[in-house]
């Protein structure tokens, strides 16, 4: 009998993109149900009680929900195609480090600097550089975080690929540019094109629209 996988999801999530990305990656087929949230379904809400968003992963009627958590299970439960995290220990609690650091540190604090207003938008602004430099550096010797293949740190990263220039126009600020991060400019324009990707990226004049509302 084969796996039946059902991914809950908007179609903006940057988090349920990772999740997208992987099942890709790994060849698997899956079933796509767009939530709006606004008006949540009895699913949704029955799947993921306690926090009620997307995105979740239902296998075989189980489940599992966070995305970063969801990545993990993905990666374990269908271990032979395309790995994404490194079998080292050690690599892959720095992988597990970085990626927390993107949603608790990176991701907030572009948003505060794009969308914020006053004070929290302008300390968003003073660190935002010094968290772009630990990111570049993950990149020194490699085209991908997890190496030359594409890994579970690049789909916690890969929001970037194609939000960071939206909320750069929405926000009338640059964060991203080839002289000051050259290895990662190069990484968004190699995750950019890869074609088992492209036909996921989000509509860029929607995402604009429904940015500049925050404003």
Not at 46 to 61: I, R, S, T
Not at 107 to 122: D, R, Y
Not at 148 to 153: D, F, P, R, S, V
Not at 192 to 207: A, G, M, Q, T
Request: hydrophobic share 40%; with cysteine.
């Amino acid at each position: 009998m084969a796996d039946e996988v059902k991914l809950f999801r908007t179609w903006s999530s940057r988090y349920s993109l990772r999740i997208v990305w992987a099942l890709k990656l790994k060849g698997l087929e899956f079933d796509t149900i767009f939530e709006d949230l606004a008006n949540k379904s009895p699913l949704l809400l029955q799947y993921n009680p306690v926090h009620k968003k997307v995105p979740v992963l239902v296998h075989n009627g189980k489940p599992v929900c966070e995305s970063l958590v969801i990545l993990e299970y993905i990666d374990e439960t269908w271990n032979e195609a395309h790995p994404l995290l490194p079998k080292d220990p050690f690599q892959k609690a720095e992988a597990r480090f970085w990626a927390k650091f993107n949603d608790e540190k990176l991701l907030p604090s572009i948003g505060k600097a794009s969308l914020g207003h006053g004070k929290e938008k302008e300390e968003a602004r003073v660190l935002i550089p010094e968290y772009l430099k630990h990111v570049e550096e993950q990149l020194e010797g490699n085209n991908f975080f997890g190496g030359e293949e594409i890994g579970y740190l690049d789909l916690a990263f890969g929001w970037m690929v194609y939000l960071i220039d939206v909320l750069e126009e929405v926000g009338g600020t640059t964060f991203i540019n080839k002289e000051k991060y050259p290895l990662l400019s190069k990484w968004i324009q190699k995750f950019y094109e890869i074609p088992v990707f492209k036909e996921s990226w989000p509509d860029r004049d929607k995402l604009i629209t429904k940015y500049q509302n925050y404003v």
